[in-house]
């Protein structure tokens, strides 16, 4: 329902268009950002606290209050959606209301710790890495030896050698420790700030693409940056994936309106953040060559802009004394996690102790090794399947699901990883299929939950569970659409049943 206020006073209908779900997201935030542990390496700082409000983490409280907090702001989100949607005000009303509700949503997780990641710490000590001229692509973090930076990382990734991030990326990080001067303390508030930053840069590429493919952009905004993923992750998590999605968002939408150089050196500043970018220099090559061309073709365009992406990319390794092919080798360290939402890799867990239940020998590393080699190899055929179906859905869908492809289909599953193909897709249109994109972003809003020192991950539980929850939110999020169209053809019946009858009555 739009807010009708009389024609004398837009200022306060402009405040008013999120009605009550702009203070039911503050609210959810503000809880989450209140009660969520600080990383137990991170040493004492200061943090937005509510007496009598637990924040270390103790189970089952903080868990209560961090699912009623993240309901709440999926909740707000889907408010604000249909709010923007219906409202008959000015685009640029829409838009501004959207954006602030967002920053309102924004503003609590700035005044607590990081949430639910230490990701945020070795971006940190990369940067330190990198902004003294050792490579973080090469070496591991143990070669700072001491310090704070490395003090406050993750144990795990100090014995890893290499990252899985580019020379934007890390150029980036050491950019902001430099000019921190090399304070922890500081640097943390400047990558959060980038975050910020990021997120608010994207909003011009999302807007733009939405007008393109005949999508609402102040819809396509609320669905981009204020769903519960992008304000938990990418802003309370501060993960590069906000890098990301500014420069691909950027570069699809100049691409789209026929700044294709521009474009590309945008799209390859996005693979020089994480290489799974480069997946919209394919999409969008294969489409600038034109409807119908001859494969030949496509292949020249596509080659063309990848030649000049890694011609660029190169030039800033080589700058930044980034291993050129280093950090792209470096991925294959993620893969040692295996605490996550993974379908292939829980499917792997799954089989594993099926056979050691009957009596058969059985290695959990291989069949997890076996079942993502077939995710991957699925999710390759899949997104070679999608480059024909650019000119039927749009070559900016295409881009995202096959992001979303691999992603679902590979080894590790973070929530912030779907987030640059939840905002491209809210952008680009996805139809009937939008439910299916909000229960999507919604049930993965809930994978990481706060762990504090004496307290365990969810999904340390049995792998049979996590395989459930898995398939209960493939199950949700197909059904979705026509869950929705059942709904409305149910009201549109009783609405029209005869007055004094029950909606619900027979008509014999």
Not at 36 to 65: F, K, Y
Request: proline fraction near 6%; glycine fraction near 10%; include cysteine.
């Amino acid at each position: 329902m739009v807010l009708e206020v009389a024609p004398s006073a837009p200022a306060a209908e402009r405040r008013a268009l999120a009605g009550p779900y702009a203070w039911i997201g503050l609210a959810g935030s503000a809880l989450i950002a209140v009660t969520a542990p600080l990383w137990r390496l991170s040493g004492p700082t200061w943090r937005l606290t509510i007496p009598g409000v637990p924040h270390n983490g103790e189970r089952p409280v903080t868990a209560i209050l961090f699912v009623i907090g993240t309901s709440m702001l999926g909740i707000a989100w889907m408010g604000l959606i249909s709010r923007v949607e219906r409202s008959t005000r000015p685009e640029r009303d829409r838009m501004r209301a959207v954006v602030l509700t967002a920053m309102l949503w924004f503003a609590p997780l700035l005044f607590g710790p990081p949430l639910l990641s230490s990701d945020i710490y070795s971006y940190a000590a990369e940067g330190e890495m990198a902004s003294r001229g050792i490579d973080p692509t090469s070496s591991g973090l143990s070669a700072l030896r001491y310090g704070d930076y490395i003090a406050r990382t993750d144990p795990v990734w100090r014995k890893t050698n290499g990252n899985p991030y580019g020379p934007v990326q890390m150029g980036a990080v050491a950019t902001v420790v430099e000019l921190s001067g090399h304070d922890i303390d500081l640097t943390l508030w400047g990558l959060r700030l980038l975050a910020v930053g990021s997120m608010l840069a994207s909003v011009w590429g999302i807007a733009e693409i939405a007008r393109h493919f005949g999508v609402s952009p102040p819809v396509a905004v609320a669905i981009g940056i204020a769903n519960p993923i992008a304000v938990l992750h990418l802003v309370g998590g501060a993960h590069n994936d906000s890098l990301l999605l500014a420069l691909l968002a950027t570069g699809l939408a100049l691409a789209l309106r026929g700044k294709w150089p521009l474009g590309v050196l945008l799209m390859a500043l996005a693979t020089g953040v994480k290489v799974t970018a480069v997946a919209a220099l394919i999409y969008m090559g294969w489409e600038r060559a034109g409807v119908g061309a001859a494969l030949k073709k496509r292949v020249k365009v596509i080659s063309k802009a990848l030649a000049c992406s890694g011609v660029l990319i190169a030039a800033l390794c080589l700058f930044g004394r980034i291993g050129l092919f280093g950090w792209i080798t470096s991925m294959q360290n993620a893969g040692k996690t295996t605490g996550t939402l993974s379908l292939t890799t829980r499917v792997g867990y799954v089989i594993s102790s099926m056979f050691r239940l009957i009596g058969l020998p059985a290695n959990d590393s291989t069949w997890i090794a076996i079942f993502r080699l077939v995710g991957l190899a699925t999710a390759a055929y899949l997104c070679l399947r999608l480059l024909g179906l650019t000119q039927r859905i749009g070559v900016v869908q295409c881009t995202a699901l096959s992001m979303l492809i691999v992603v679902l289909l590979g080894p590790v599953v973070w929530p912030w990883y779907l987030a640059p193909a939840i905002a491209l897709l809210g952008a680009g249109g996805v139809g009937r299929w939008r439910p299916s994109l909000i229960v999507l972003t919604i049930a993965f809003s809930f994978e990481v939950f706060p762990v504090g020192p004496n307290s365990k991950p969810v999904l340390e539980g049995s792998h049979f569970v996590s395989l459930g929850f898995i398939l209960l939110i493939a199950i949700l999020t197909v059904s979705a659409p026509f869950a929705v169209e059942w709904w409305r053809e149910l009201r549109a019946r009783s609405l029209t049943k005869p007055e004094g009858q029950l909606p619900f009555a027979s008509a014999d």
